[in-house]
C-alpha cells in the first residue's frame, strides 16, 4: 500500500493520478453498481457503520442509473400503461 502510487508513476507516468485510495474507491463502487449488499461491502473495506460507506464510496454511475430507470418504465408500464393500453416508450435521462 505504502509504495503503490509511486508504482503507478513508474509504471504509468506522472500523469497517471492512481493511488491507492482511488483503487479503494473503483473497488467499492464497482461492487455497489453490481448489486453487492451495502453491508459486505462495509465489511470488506473495514467500516463499522454502513453509513461511512455510503457517504463516502457510494457513487451514482451510469449503470446505475440505467438501472434504476429501468426499473421505474417497468413498474409503470407493469402497473399503469397496460391497463389503458400506452404504448411503452423509451426513457433516456442523462
Known amino acids: 500500500m505504502r509504495y503503490f502510487g509511486k508504482w503507478c508513476k513508474e509504471a504509468f507516468g506522472d500523469a497517471c493520478g492512481l493511488s491507492f485510495h482511488s483503487l479503494r474507491h473503483t473497488h467499492a463502487t464497482v461492487l455497489l453498481e453490481n448489486t453487492a ?23 451514482v454511475t451510469q449503470k446505475m442509473k440505467n438501472s434504476n430507470i429501468q426499473i421505474i418504465e417497468n413498474s409503470f408500464y407493469n402497473s399503469l400503461a397496460r391497463k389503458i393500453k400506452l404504448p411503452r416508450a423509451k426513457i433516456t435521462i442523462r
Do not use: E, N, Q
Open 37 to 59: 449488499d451495502v453491508k459486505y461491502v462495509s465489511t470488506r473495506l473495514g467500516h463499522a457503520p454502513i453509513k461511512i460507506t455510503l457517504d463516502i464510496y457510494a457513487h
